[in-house]
């Protein structure tokens, strides 16, 4: 997959330097909402809503005619998941794992015209190389009692992780554009992110007060759900227009 994606990606930013047709270098943002699916589920085994986190990326994206466009870059997204172990409603046992990705996106983008050639709507999918790895910080114990007097406790006598590095990720979405003068372009997308494949596996073994050992598991494919503002510039009018002035 790298072989692939790669070349297509460092062609994209040279595309300015010849090509007749706008090529846009912009910034984005976005808040996502992670999600997490239960291989083994306990009663006891909670996942905290909603799983807020984001991402930030710089990004290269060329014309190929009036409706279609080709879309390259390099994103960073930190994945966070709060899950607790919740007995009563005094006493719950709290661990938040999390890992981040450097996805690299190939999006091809369709743009319909909404208003003067002004406004735009935009659905899209992508293909990206998602290369994950472990923070630093992956993984606190914490332990919460809302009753001192309260003697139950609870033991986590085990935690496992493994994550997969290197895994296509599938994004489908659709957003807004609104060009801001000759070669601005202010954008608002919404995205879903998934895989065939597993990201992020957690296992953990605890038991309460003296009751026998329970494990659960939790993993996700990569899914979340992202909002996303960007800024695009037409840089290949500026190539274009040095490559004038030296003529």
């Known amino acids: 997959m790298k072989k692939s994606i790669l070349p297509i990606a460092l062609l994209l930013l040279t595309i300015p ?14 808040a996502t ?21 984001g991402m930030l990326g710089v990004h290269a ?6 409706y279609f466009s080709l879309e390259t870059g390099l994103v960073f997204h930190n994945y966070y ?5 919740q007995f009563n409603d005094s006493f719950n046992t709290a661990f938040y794992p999390s890992y981040r990705s450097w996805l690299i996106p190939l999006r091809l ?31 606190n114990i914490s332990i919460h009692k809302k009753n001192r007097e309260d003697k139950d406790s609870v033991f986590v006598t ?22 801001i003068g000759k070669l601005g372009m202010l954008t608002f997308s919404a995205g879903y992110y998934s895989s065939f494949f597993k990201t992020y596996e ?17 993993y996700t494919k990569g899914h979340c759900i992202s909002i996303a503002i960007g800024y695009n510039y037409c840089i290949s009018e500026l190539f274009k227009n040095s490559r004038q002035e030296t003529e």
């Open 33 to 53: 909402d992670n999600r997490y699916i239960y291989s083994q589920p306990d009663p006891s085994f909670r996942i905290s809503k909603p799983l807020l986190s």
């Open 61 to 66: 994206r060329h014309d190929l005619n009036n």
């Open 109 to 139: 983008r369709l743009k319909i015209n909404l208003y003067r050639n002004k406004i735009f709507f935009t659905p899209l999918i992508g293909l990206h190389l998602c290369m994950n790895q472990f923070n630093k910080a992956n993984v």
């Open 158 to 179: 085990e935690i496992s992780q493994s994550i997969h590095r290197n895994i296509p990720l599938i994004e489908t979405g659709f957003g807004l554009e609104f060009n």
């Open 202 to 218: 957690l296992g953990i073994s605890y038991h309460h007060n003296n009751d026998a050992p329970v494990t659960a598991a939790a």
């Open 17 to 30: 330097l010849f090509s007749q047709k706008k090529t846009y270098y912009g910034l984005e943002a976005a």
């Open 81 to 85: 998941a709060d899950n607790y172990i």
